[in-house]
């Protein structure tokens, strides 16, 4: 079992940052990918980055492509997402995702799951 908790969501203006922590209790945050997923009211929820169980490969839904940085801290059982120009578009509750299959972008791959964090952005 893994438990994960989420934290740093925020209001804030477009162009601004915000940088999201993903504290995994549990047992070895090392033996599972990370996801960040995300949804808005409405719609379905959307995966946004992937960073392989190592750090070694990660890969980003087009949308965010050179703003958003995904990483993580095996040592201290934590992942990050550092949201850069932020856009009115990236409004969601954001949540992290532990599992062990390999470079995937379907939420159904993964195990675990945080409780969310609010994200919005103003225009």
């Known amino acids: 079992q893994v438990e994960l908790v989420e934290s740093g969501g925020g209001l804030v203006q477009a162009g601004d940052s915000l940088r999201l922590s993903c504290a995994a209790s549990?047992?070895?945050?090392?033996?599972?990918?990370m996801g960040w997923f995300r949804q808005a009211p409405g719609k379905e929820r959307e995966f946004v980055a992937y960073?392989?169980?190592?750090?070694?490969?990660?890969n980003y839904v087009d949308s965010v492509k050179g703003r958003f940085t995904i990483s993580r801290d095996n040592a201290k059982t934590m992942a990050y997402l550092q949201m850069d120009n932020l856009k009115p578009e990236d409004t969601a509750v954001y949540y992290c995702?532990?599992?062990?299959?390999?470079?995937?972008?379907?939420?159904?791959?993964?195990?675990?799951w945080g409780q969310g964090t609010q994200v919005a952005v103003s225009s």
């Open positions: 995702a532990a599992g062990s299959s390999w470079s995937s972008r379907r939420a159904e791959a993964y195990t675990y």
């Open positions: 549990g047992r070895t945050l090392s033996n599972y990918h």
């Open positions: 960073i392989s169980a190592s750090g070694g490969l990660t």
